[in-house]
């Protein structure tokens, strides 16, 4: 609230002061115009001594127009610069998104050859574990004879094929050991891809948030001006014209000005005052 009367007293102000500033120039514009030859025609000469003051009231004119042009069409402005706020904004999530997702599958393309590793590492060592308990599982059905021959008994050949898997499940051990090693720094690698993918949709929320804020940053006196010509047709052109004939008709009116009595005799004073002072003017 204090804000906005803040932001109303400045204008006020800014207001009075670009008024009177305006009030002056076309206050010397004219005052500093004269009645040229004193007929109703305007000649080469005039304009040529009167166009500093027309460059000037041209100038003012047009940078007069453009605040109320853009104030009588501030309805149909705010209306169009909303569509371009939401186009803009979808523009900016889709370049987002196109960001994002691109960024995802770079993760997740490098995340998939760590999971196949990992996978492949617990598949390896339980299939080796598996095969073992097997071989143990038949050794054991031989030696009690229900299985192979038939004939129970733990020889040479019994012990021989128990010291293997016992050495094969010893190595199994050692690589299990180096496998868990290398899979914990796989697995390292895998959370950190897994977080960076989890933090993507978090930086999506937060780009699309700063969107919106960038959006409604389409609003400046360059943009106004420019949706005012597409969409004014006409009316930006005759609020031109108007006040370009308001500030540059009373420049061609006063050459138009035919010399009155009254200016005959402001003359003749003035002669009279430069003779008696011994004023000599070429």
């Known amino acids: 609230q204090t804000g906005d009367y803040t932001s109303l007293i400045a204008s006020v102000v800014f207001g009075i002061i670009w008024g009177l500033v305006i009030l002056n120039f076309d206050r010397f ?114 030696a009690e004879g229900r299985s192979g021959s038939g004939v129970p008994g733990r020889g040479p050949a019994y012990r021989d094929k128990r010291d293997n898997l ?19 720094k796989l697995m390292a690698e895998t959370g950190k891809l897994q977080s960076n993918i989890e933090a993507i949709d978090g930086v999506r929320l937060n780009e699309k948030s700063q969107n919106v804020e960038r959006s409604k940053s389409l609003d400046g006196l360059l943009k106004r001006i420019e949706i005012s010509h597409e969409i004014g047709g006409v009316v930006p052109w005759m609020i031109m014209l108007l006040i370009l004939c308001i500030e540059m008709g009373p420049i061609f009116f006063k050459m138009m000005l035919i010399k009155s009595p009254y200016d005959f005799l402001k003359d003749n004073f003035n002669e009279r005052v430069k003779a008696k002072h011994g004023i000599i003017s070429e």
């Open 29 to 142: 514009i004219v005052s500093s115009t004269g009645k040229g030859d004193g007929t109703e025609r305007i000649t080469l000469k005039e304009l040529a001594g009167g166009l500093p003051r027309i460059i000037i009231a041209l100038i003012l004119g047009i940078c007069i127009s453009t605040p109320l042009e853009i104030r009588i069409l501030q309805s149909e402005i705010n209306a169009e610069l909303q569509g371009e706020q939401n186009r803009y904004l979808l523009e900016l999530n889709s370049e987002t998104d196109s960001i994002a997702d691109m960024n995802l599958v770079r993760l997740e393309e490098k995340l998939l050859p760590l999971q196949a590793n990992i996978n492949s590492i617990d598949n390896e060592l339980e299939r080796r574990r598996l095969e073992i308990l097997k071989s143990r599982e038949k050794l054991e059905l031989e």
């Open 166 to 184: 016992d050495k094969l499940e010893a190595e199994l051990e050692i690589d299990r050991g180096k496998k868990e090693s290398e899979k914990a």
